[in-house]
């Protein structure tokens, strides 16, 4: 096959008032072209007559230098006229010329006060509330899809699901299990000298059991888990955020709330009460090695005024608040997830939003069960 011709761009000005084109004005063509055109001058007063009839090819890059060129020495105030372009040539040029123009009669936009306090924090609000709207509709795009899920449970995708539970669930055991058995500790310690300057050592059961049932050990957990494991959702989701495989999931028409929320989020559901009872013991256990130590108060003291002191109540309040947690660290970190937009470097803004904002949300969510139980007398 015989290679096709190519010409360069070029332009002659045979005469002041004649402009001649020639080549090919592609991007490939033009090269070091915008030299030369700087020497193109129309004499003052002159009609010019630009002749394009000899042009080969044209593409927007060319279009764009054959725009600026007339520009150029129309701005001197000369009168200059493109003529003799191929039909096809010429269509490109118009919606190149309206293009440039289009941008010209746009004005340019205005630096705001950004160095001011009052700017800064208005712009922080106003993207506070848009992220809070944000998430709301991510709520409710979670909660339709949960829906889809549960009216047709083929739909469920259960390996993802106990593959959740293994590694948010199962994993976290040595972790969660530590820091409470660490938490029991410090709270009979810190009770100790307290209860022994009133003789009430065995009252170390009361202080320990509703310390870590109905508060520290569902409240520790939910923080664990948030730091261990919202984390990963959120770098998990932002990462095929960035690489475009959610984009792919949509084109090949998976859904990606069924494939990368649900499971997650019923995962956790199902784990953190169970990590709550492990949690609890845990705590216990820790708090009845520091009595005993600390007190004088045996094991078998200790759990007997243990069973009296608490009630079914208090240990179920504390299991009560786990799944609420389990669906604030699902649900935004999936959501910090899939708000990555750039880089590598957005993967790991969004996955500390997604630690700070669940720990936070988690502590005002148990702020609002200890008002809630203190009004029902619970």
């Not at 972790?175 to 100790?192: H, K, R, T, W």
């Not at 050990?217 to 919202?230: H, Y």
């Not at 997830?337 to 500390?352: C, K, W």
Request: glycine share 10%.
């Amino acid at each position: 096959m015989k290679p096709i011709p190519f010409e360069p761009a070029a332009v002659d000005q045979p005469s002041p008032a004649e402009i001649r084109l020639s080549g090919s004005w592609t991007a490939r063509g033009i090269g070091s072209l915008a030299h030369r055109l700087e020497s193109v001058q129309v004499a003052s007063g002159t009609d010019a007559i630009a002749d394009g009839a000899h042009v080969e090819a044209l593409d927007t890059a060319g279009a764009w230098l054959l725009q600026a060129l007339l520009l150029r020495l129309r701005a001197d105030g000369q009168k200059v006229t493109l003529q003799g372009l191929r039909p096809d040539l010429a269509r490109l040029f118009d919606v190149v010329a309206q293009h440039l123009a289009e941008r010209a009669g746009k004005p340019e936009p205005v630096a705001g006060p950004s160095s001011t306090w009052l700017y800064r924090l208005g712009a922080s609000t106003a993207a506070g509330f848009e992220q809070a709207a944000a998430m709301l509709g991510f709520v409710g795009e979670g909660a339709v899809a949960l829906v889809g899920n549960l009216a047709h449970p083929s739909r469920f995708r259960w390996r993802p699901v106990l593959y959740n539970i293994r590694s948010a669930g199962f994993d976290s055991l040595p972790i969660v299990g530590l820091l409470s058995f660490l938490l029991g500790i410090v709270v009979a310690y810190q009770g100790a000298d307290q209860l022994r300057q009133y003789g009430a050592n065995i009252f170390v059961a009361d202080l320990v059991g509703l310390s870590m049932l109905r508060e520290f050990a569902p409240l520790i957990t939910a923080i664990i888990v948030a730091g261990r494991s919202g984390s990963a959702y959120a770098a998990q989701i932002g990462t095929m955020a960035v690489t475009e495989e959610i984009d792919a999931m949509r084109t090949i028409g998976i859904a990606p709330l069924d494939l990368l929320l649900l499971p997650k989020l019923i995962a956790l559901v199902i784990a953190l009460p169970l990590l709550t009872v492990f949690a609890d013991v845990l705590g216990v256990y820790g708090g009845m090695i520091m009595a005993r130590a600390q007190l004088g108060v045996g094991f078998g003291e200790f759990l007997d005024r243990f069973v009296k002191a608490i009630s079914m109540t208090s240990f179920l309040v504390g299991i009560g608040k786990a799944p609420v947690f389990a669906c604030i660290v699902a649900v935004v970190g999936c959501f910090q997830g899939f708000r990555t937009r750039g880089g590598a470097d957005s993967v790991g803004r969004q996955t500390t939003r997604s630690v700070v904002q669940a720990i936070f949300l988690v502590v005002v969510a148990d702020a609002l069960f200890s008002v809630a139980f203190s009004a029902l007398g619970l």
